[in-house]
């Protein structure tokens, strides 16, 4: 099982901030990904990575952007939050390679609420 | 389009019997299933899966069946205690590598 973290656990901002959410996990997985998701729908995928300097943009349109410099962190930056922001963003690593069947383990989420 | 559905929101069930939670999907290409558990304010957990070679798997208290032709999994819980009250997301996955999950099922289990 992987160990993944996600700080903060809750953030509440103003509109306008820049903010970064953070996501590291210790197993060496190739493969990590963000989701958005709100309650009582599905995980929207929005970003996931291969690994090193690969990023792709998910199935869901986002204005978060993310980077992918060390196999272990996966950092989510919003430039400018708006209230549209408010979600939970979970994040996930998996130890499969491209293509194949995988297991996704997620961090506990950030809830975000932008005022 | 919805490509995966889960089409009980809620699901109420009395502790010690079994729960059935259902999911449906679209895609015949999709060979790999899963299902998570989530507690709120909380990330999904992964729970139990099953390849499209196999029709049913076993972990404990939980077991997944899958019907190809029918495009149906379903996942039994017994017997349900009140700890797995929680929201349960089918997940599906193919060549393309990514999940694609369902709206969840809330599950409550009354002691």
């Known amino acids: 099982e992987a160990d993944i973290y996600q700080t903060p656990r809750y953030l509440v901002i103003g509109t306008g901030k820049k903010i970064t959410l953070e996501c590291s996990q210790t197993?060496?997985?190739?493969?990590m990904y963000w989701y958005q998701q709100d309650p009582g729908m599905e995980l929207h995928l929005i970003h996931y990575?291969?690994?090193?300097?690969?990023?792709e943009k998910g199935d869901l349109s986002s204005e978060s952007t993310v980077s992918r410099i060390r196999t272990e962190h996966f950092p989510l930056t919003l430039e400018s939050a708006r209230p549209s922001h408010t979600s939970q963003y979970l994040c996930?690593?998996?130890?499969?390679?491209?293509?194949?069947?995988?297991?996704?383990?997620f961090g506990p989420g950030t809830r975000l609420l932008v005022l | 389009d919805q490509q995966v559905k889960q089409n009980s929101p809620s699901l109420s069930v009395q502790e010690g019997r079994i729960s059935i939670l259902n999911c449906d999907y679209t895609?015949?290409?999709?060979?790999?299933f899963l299902w998570y558990k989530k507690y709120p304010a909380e990330g999904p957990t992964f729970l139990i899966s099953?390849?499209?070679?196999?029709d049913k798997n076993e972990d404990g208290r939980f077991t997944v069946f899958l019907n190809k032709s029918a495009k149906h999994l379903s996942l039994h819980i017994v017997p349900s205690q009140p700890g797995d009250s929680a929201v349960y997301f089918c997940?599906?996955?193919?060549?393309?590598?990514?999940?694609?999950f369902g709206k969840g099922t809330k599950l409550s289990v009354k002691p």
């Open positions: 996930a690593s998996s130890p499969q390679e491209r293509g194949y069947q995988e297991t996704q383990y």
């Open positions: 990575s291969y690994g090193v300097n690969s990023t």
């Open positions: 997940a599906v996955g193919g060549s393309q590598g990514n999940l694609i």
């Open positions: 099953i390849s499209s070679i196999k």
């Open positions: 895609n015949s290409m999709f060979d790999y």
């Open positions: 197993m060496g997985h190739d493969k």
